[in-house]
């Protein structure tokens, strides 16, 4: 473990001349970060298929874990006794806790919502009701001991057009934000991330935005997106955040991981990302490459002894042919192990590509050959052409 008087350092080493993109470093006590970053789910402690000494192996830095499903079981009761999440799971490089706000959504017809916080009925039958205040968040998140604690936020669907709703869940989460703050237990060996809220309303995002950084916190993360919104509103609500916040500190946008977005969003000037895409994906028998998204089901796959991808050098394409791979997806829960490992390297890839362009002062001509390897007829969506053109990429 680093000995780290604080619990997070952020050295930006490069920034794009023309994108609003940068490469970090972020120190955290079990370990560095190069960011821009991907960030798996392992929602329950374990990400789904894989081993963490695989996962170690593949050079992965960091990843995510939910604190409502980990609050209801093991509990933090058990992961305390255990010595907090990285002993009990076998992990000892960085992680970051999910709040549990977002189940406010997933979970909505199980939770009822109080400015003292959100009780569910919880998913595990004999546990009844549970109560997550900003401070039990806290409470569980400290048990846990990861090195990022997300502050417990009041989460509205993004396509909601209730103006005042949204506009109370702004308020209601910087208050809860202050009481996250107090109740932190550790704060010298994990860090609390605040989170911008305000959905698709430009002066709720900047008065949230306004409110947060007033807080003492070591980095910010961009809530309420990825929910059913138009890609043409997604895009301009990162642009926007990413203006509003301290470019000193980290940005994490929450759940979102399709490359095209990673791409986009890194432009935009994002650090971290998450989502739990590349991992399900995997699960359905499909694999993630540079020019799309394949199903390995599909019968065209049955005689190809080529591997997924020609150019990736994981362990699954190292070894194994799409032809192999067919065989054995609807079928073998082996099939799941080789896909995610293909899908995490690829997500993994992608990242190390955005941060050696930018390194290098070639990130424009990274996203456009990234652009016409997806669209060779350069039929671009126009959500993309406007959101490179806001930051001076123009496709060709």
Request: charged share 25%.
């Amino acid at each position: 473990m680093l000995v780290n008087r604080n619990p997070l350092l952020f050295d930006i080493t490069s920034e794009c001349k023309t994108t609003k993109a940068r490469v970090g470093k972020m120190v955290l006590p079990h370990g560095v970060v190069d960011t821009p970053v991907f960030m798996p789910v392992g929602t329950q402690g374990t990400l789904k298929s894989m081993l963490p000494e695989q996962l170690d192996n593949m050079g992965l830095q960091i990843m995510l874990a939910n604190t409502y499903h980990l609050g209801t079981n093991p509990g933090p009761e058990i992961l305390k006794r255990a010595g907090g999440l990285h002993k009990f799971m076998n992990w000892d490089k960085p992680l970051l806790t999910d709040s549990g706000g977002f189940q406010m959504v997933s979970l909505l017809k199980l939770a009822e919502i109080t400015e003292e916080g959100v009780k569910f009925q919880s998913l595990n039958e004999h546990k009844g009701e549970v109560m997550l205040t900003p401070e039990h968040s806290v409470e569980i998140q400290n048990a846990i001991g990861a090195d990022i604690i997300m502050q417990l936020d009041d989460v509205i669907t993004t396509t909601s057009p209730d103006y005042d709703r949204i506009k109370e869940s702004v308020h209601r989460t910087t208050r809860w934000l202050d009481r996250c703050i107090e109740a932190h237990a550790n704060p010298e060996t994990q860090n609390v991330f605040s989170i911008v809220q305000g959905t698709l309303y430009e002066d709720l995002r900047r008065r949230s935005a306004a409110d947060l950084v007033k807080r003492d916190v070591n980095g910010y993360a961009i809530g309420g997106l990825s929910g059913g919104e138009s890609k043409d509103d997604f895009w301009k609500i990162v642009h926007l955040c990413t203006d509003l916040l301290p470019k000193g500190k980290p940005r994490y946008l929450m759940g979102v991981g399709f490359a095209i977005d990673l791409v986009v969003c890194s432009a935009l000037g994002v650090d971290m990302f998450d989502c739990v895409f590349p991992t399900r994906t995997a699960r359905f028998g499909c694999a993630l490459t540079m020019t799309g998204q394949i199903s390995l089901r599909k019968p065209e796959y049955a005689k190809d002894f080529a591997p997924i991808d020609k150019d990736c050098s994981c362990h699954t394409c190292r070894t194994y042919t799409r032809a192999f791979l067919h065989g054995i997806v609807s079928d073998l829960p082996v099939a799941c192990t080789l896909l995610t490992e293909h899908n995490l390297a690829f997500q993994m890839r992608l990242m190390r590509g955005i941060r050696d362009s930018v390194r290098e002062e070639r990130f424009p001509e990274f996203v456009r050959k990234f652009m016409l390897d997806l669209h060779p007829d350069r039929d671009y969506p126009s959500w993309i052409r406007e959101s490179l053109s806001a930051v001076n990429i123009d496709l060709l």
